[in-house]
């Protein structure tokens, strides 16, 4: 099963590969953090044909067209350009994401990094892997000793804003820094401990479902900001819900949930 998500998820990265650097139509959607272009549907499209045509009865969630309920346990969420404000400015942290989830649980993932060359993967109860290398998260028990990836988006809740920027200042001044791609490439750098730690504000469930299990699978927690849970229970609310997130390993996950809980909740 994880070869063909590989498959699928190389088959996507070519199409990104083909588009990059020569965009035609950048579109806003719901604000000017959140951009579509002819790549992010022309790689959604391989996808979900690859996917339908071998596992007609299973359900397909893309970021571009949304829930598509199947007759199986089985859901396939993809995000086909994850970091797509970096792709359009020719940055090459971008990549595709794909998991299988089965039973509200994430079994396999594959998330692609093509301007790197990078593939990693992921089966639940059988690690994590860059290529044929297997992952681990860092092995530092201070923040001191790590830098933490931030993502971040712009919001028009000022308040909301407020507490993200008394945390990043929290955070740079307890860390040994901060880094932001604010995209898949924080989650792949968290699971193979080249950094610490990620913390995102603005992940929806295609952003969530591969990273969650890249990092679980590499010793790491994810949590939201308030530590509980992701909830892969797929419903019509569900596709629409903003996540927070939060992934590290164990010890530097319970200094940075100390700073979350240190951030006046009323600012």
């Not at 190389?10 to 959140?34: C, M, N, P, Q």
């Not at 007759?71 to 940055?91: H, K, Q």
């Not at 407020?162 to 740079?172: E, F, T």
Request: charged fraction near 20%.
């Amino acid at each position: 099963m994880l070869e063909f998500l590989v498959e699928c998820a190389r088959a996507a990265g070519a199409v990104l590969e083909a588009h990059f650097g020569r965009l035609t139509t950048v579109r806003t959607k719901d604000s000017a953090a959140s951009v579509v272009t002819e790549a992010d549907l022309a790689a959604e499209r391989c996808l979900f044909e690859r996917i339908r045509a071998r596992f007609p009865e299973d359900g397909f969630l893309g970021e571009e067209t949304g829930f598509a309920p199947g007759r199986s346990a089985v859901v396939w969420v993809v995000d086909p350009l994850d970091g797509t404000s970096n792709f359009v400015a020719g940055l090459p942290w971008f990549g595709v994401m794909i998991a299988r989830i089965e039973d509200a649980e994430p079994r396999e993932a594959a998330l692609y990094l093509p301007a790197l060359g990078a593939m990693y993967t992921a089966q639940q109860d059988r690690g994590a892997r860059r290529n044929d290398t297997p992952l681990a998260v860092s092995t530092a028990t201070d923040l001191a000793q790590v830098l933490i990836g931030f993502g971040l988006d712009g919001t028009a809740d000022a308040a909301a804003l407020r507490r993200q920027g008394l945390l990043l200042a929290a955070v740079a001044q307890r860390s040994r820094n901060v880094r932001a791609t604010n995209s898949l490439v924080d989650f792949c750098y968290t699971a193979e401990g080249r950094l610490g730690g990620t913390i995102n504000f603005n992940c929806k469930l295609w952003d969530l479902a591969a990273p969650t299990l890249l990092v679980r699978e590499a010793g790491g927690v994810v949590t939201d900001l308030a530590g509980r849970e992701p909830d892969f229970r797929l419903d019509a609310a569900a596709t629409a819900r903003t996540h927070t997130v939060l992934a590290a390993p164990p010890a530097l996950h319970r200094q940075l949930r100390a700073l979350v809980d240190a951030v006046p909740a009323g600012v």
